[in-house]
Each structure stands twice: as structure tokens, then as C-alpha cells.
């Protein structure tokens, strides 16, 4: 599977934006250092576990830090297929981190995912020698990238199941930078929807500011212009396939009309909004692997 490479000047530490190995949309990365430590960031699908297995392999086989966004299959379940298996694959994970809201609320807010959120926390519970809740204004140091956690769910009464403008657990995921030694900055929004995006801009404000931005949601119905206008990205990183990105279900199934932007997602609207902020670089999930250097 070709590569893609794209040079953002970050001296030495990179990252990678996995593929998605099945048709589904989901989100994993894995942030290496000069001196080989390796962070992984969610993981992806079950079936996205065989790829990541083999990249850590790659990479070292210890993972330093472990950070799952939010609670939701496509983010984290390519990390129970790894501590599933027996002494977990060969992989050594030093830590494991999150912030959750409490699990009942969770299963309150999107009872369709119990079954599956339940194997993610029984799992969890049999390591929590490894496990760790984030924290606001907390900083992680590995190998001099600092990992600036800048948002957790503590507000997630505020969220109602009934919301209409996104998943109420896409709004309880962490927001954190990356900021390596040279002061490149890399900004990561998980599956943020539009309102706890409209939160986070009024917060902040221009300490958004990044050179590389996740894109919220897959890049589609999540955070909203407004933000994207304070982080003023250079590179885009887009955990979408194809017939997201593109908004053309004929990527998902041949049988479809092979028509551009046919579908209801948002993403080609999204995508106008960085061309007019200028951004000319994108990595995008369907694309292939991608290495920021």
C-alpha cells in the first residue's frame, strides 16, 4: 500500500494517518518520536486491528501512550481486538488514556451501543494497572512532544439525547494539541459536534491556532466554520473514505450512481470552508496511509 508523505518541517517526529481497512469511517494515528517512543491515537475498527498490529510491530512494539478520544466502536475497537488476545498481541502498552462521562449516561444517551460500549469497559477494567482519566490543563511529555489536554467532558450534563445537531457522545470527546519541540502544532477535535465546537471556539479563541487540524466527525456535521476560522490549519487530516470524503456512495457500493457530493453528508461543504481559509494540503483516510513529517 503506496504512502503518501506530506512535509509540514516536524524535525524528526511524525505522523500517521491510518487507512481505513474495512468501508466504515473511523480514526487512528500513530505519532512516532526521533527516539522511537510511539503514541497511538484510538485505533480504528475491529477490522482496522490487523494493519495497526503490524504498524506497532513496525514502529517497536511498545506503545508509551494510548489516548481513545470518546466512547464510540469506530474509535476504540480496534484497541479491544489488540487486548483481547492473548499477552496482547506481543504489544506492550505503557498507559492508557481517556475521559469518559460516567457509563450510564452513556448507555442513557445512545442505548444502540450498549452492547458493544460494555466490551470496551469490562475490557478496560482488567487493565486498569494501565489506565488513566485525563484531565483539563493536564500536559504528557514523551520524548518532547507535549500532549496539551485542552477539553474533557466534564460539561456532559449540558448534552441532551435528544439533540439533533450531532451525537451527544461526538461532543464528549477530548481536545488536545500536540506541540513538538520546534512549535509545530497539531490539534485534535475526535468527533466533536457542532455545538460543543461552538463551546470550545468561545473558550479558546485563537489558542486554536494549529498547523495541523483532525478534521471533527470524520469532517462532516461536526464543529462548525467558525472554529475552523481560529485554527487556520495548514494541513487537513480527514478520517473519511471515499464516498465520504467525496460525499458519493458509489465508493461504498458499485451499484450506485457514481455522482459527486449525491449523498446528505457535509463534507464537500466542509472542504469549501478550507479552501477558502487557503488550505491546500489534505490527507485523507480512502486515500491511503499518510506520514506528516
Given at each position: 500500500?503506496?504512502?503518501?508523505i ?9 505522523i ?7 468501508k466504515?469511517q473511523?480514526m ?5 518520536t ?5 503514541i497511538v491515537?484510538?485505533g480504528?475498527m475491529?477490522?482496522?486491528a ?9 514502529l ?10 470518546h466512547m ?10 489488540i ?7 506481543d ?8 475521559h ?5 449516561w452513556?448507555?442513557?444517551?445512545e442505548p444502540?451501543?450498549?452492547?458493544v460500549n460494555k ?19 493536564e500536559?504528557h511529555?514523551?520524548d518532547?512532544v507535549?500532549i496539551d489536554?485542552?477539553?474533557?467532558p466534564?460539561d ?8 439533533k445537531?450531532?451525537?451527544t457522545?461526538?461532543?464528549?470527546s ?10 509545530k502544532?497539531a490539534?485534535?477535535l475526535?468527533?466533536l ?7 470550545l471556539?468561545?473558550?479558546f479563541k ?11 466527525h ?7 466554520e467558525?472554529?475552523y ?28 450512481e457514481n455522482k459527486?457530493?449525491s449523498?446528505?453528508?457535509k463534507?464537500?461543504?466542509?472542504r469549501?470552508w ?12 480512502g486515500e ?6
Amino acid at each position: 500500500m503506496t504512502e503518501k508523505i506530506f512535509n509540514i518541517g516536524l524535525d524528526g517526529y511524525k505522523i500517521l494517518q491510518a487507512p481505513n481497512m474495512t468501508k466504515i469511517q473511523m480514526m487512528s494515528y500513530l505519532v512516532t518520536t526521533p527516539n522511537n517512543k510511539l503514541i497511538v491515537i484510538d485505533g480504528g475498527m475491529s477490522g482496522d486491528a490487523q494493519y495497526l498490529t503490524e504498524k506497532i510491530h513496525e514502529l517497536g512494539s511498545v506503545v508509551s501512550l494510548w489516548i481513545i478520544t470518546h466512547m464510540h466502536h469506530d474509535h476504540f475497537n480496534a484497541l479491544v481486538e489488540i487486548l483481547s488476545k492473548p499477552n496482547t498481541s506481543d504489544i506492550t502498552i505503557e498507559k492508557i488514556c481517556y475521559h469518559f462521562p460516567p457509563v450510564e449516561w452513556i448507555y442513557e444517551a445512545e442505548p444502540r451501543f450498549v452492547e458493544v460500549n460494555k466490551i470496551f469497559v469490562d475490557l478496560l477494567m482488567k487493565f486498569k494497572h494501565i489506565t488513566q482519566t485525563l484531565r483539563e490543563d493536564e500536559k504528557h511529555t514523551i520524548d518532547g512532544v507535549v500532549i496539551d489536554i485542552m477539553k474533557v467532558p466534564t460539561d456532559y450534563n449540558d448534552y441532551n439525547p435528544d439533540y439533533k445537531g450531532g451525537s451527544t457522545v461526538n461532543d464528549t470527546s477530548i481536545v488536545f494539541k500536540l506541540i513538538f519541540p520546534n512549535g509545530k502544532t497539531a490539534l485534535f477535535l475526535g468527533d466533536l459536534g457542532f455545538r460543543a465546537g461552538q463551546k470550545l471556539a468561545e473558550r479558546f479563541k485563537d489558542k486554536l491556532k494549529s498547523d495541523i487540524v483532525q478534521m471533527a466527525h470524520h469532517g462532516q456535521n461536526g464543529a462548525g466554520e467558525d472554529v475552523y476560522k481560529l485554527i487556520r490549519p495548514k494541513l487537513c487530516l480527514w478520517t473519511a473514505p471515499m464516498w465520504l470524503y467525496e460525499n458519493n456512495m458509489w465508493h461504498y457500493d458499485k451499484k450506485l450512481e457514481n455522482k459527486f457530493d449525491s449523498h446528505h453528508f457535509k463534507t464537500v461543504t466542509v472542504r469549501k470552508w478550507m479552501d477558502k481559509l487557503g488550505v491546500t494540503m489534505h490527507a485523507v483516510e480512502g486515500e491511503g496511509p499518510a506520514w506528516i513529517i
